[in-house]
């Protein structure tokens, strides 16, 4: 998270402790994720950026394996912990998981940005597990994980979660 001069985020400190080599194929994918955190953190005056967990993102070819942190924000009491994962076949388009905790349900639209019935808990899910993995957005819309297909959603999600917030 971008901070008060001379102060340094965990999440900076895992960046510059994780730098990806600039000969990768993968590398720009992995700066665009760090970009995207830190632009979140300062369009939303997020006033903490953790790393939470990490998994390793297996790449289609040519194959490289590139370590992701997942990263969770948080701003007055709503906490939001995202996880990219452009190597995932599986389901794609949904590079994105996304985990919502609130002190109060989130009672706005969703504009169908993702499948509010869907439970993640069996899924592989790497830095999210244990504590950062929910059930479905009907279930529990205080306390929910989704995935979502770009950073454009994330994006949304994270408007219209903070919103009130």
């Known amino acids: 998270m971008p901070s008060a001069p001379g102060r340094v ?3 900076d400190r895992w960046v510059s402790e ?3 080599p600039d000969t990768y194929q993968y590398s720009k994918g992995w ?3 760090v970009d995207l955190v830190r632009k979140l953190s300062t369009k939303f005056n997020v006033e903490d950026v953790r790393v939470v967990g990490h998994h390793l993102i297996d790449t289609p070819p040519p194959q490289e394996r ?3 942190p997942v990263v969770a924000l948080e701003r007055r009491g709503v906490h939001i912990a995202l996880r990219l994962d452009f190597g995932r076949m599986r389901c794609w388009p949904l590079e994105w998981t996304v985990s919502v905790r609130r002190q109060a ?3 706005g639209p969703t504009f169908g940005l993702f499948d509010a019935n869907l439970d993640l808990r069996g899924e592989r899910t790497e830095g999210l597990v244990p504590d950062w993995l929910f059930g479905s957005f009907r279930e529990n819309p205080a306390q929910f994980s989704c995935e979502l297909a770009d950073e454009w959603d994330v994006v949304t999600l994270v408007r ?3 919103h009130e917030a």
Do not use: A, G, H, R
């Open 31 to 33: 700066w665009d994720y």
């Open 18 to 20: 994780n730098v990806i």
């Open 66 to 68: 590139l370590p992701m």
């Open 105 to 107: 349900p989130y009672l």
């Open 9 to 11: 985020s965990e999440f």
């Open 160 to 162: 219209l979660v903070l």
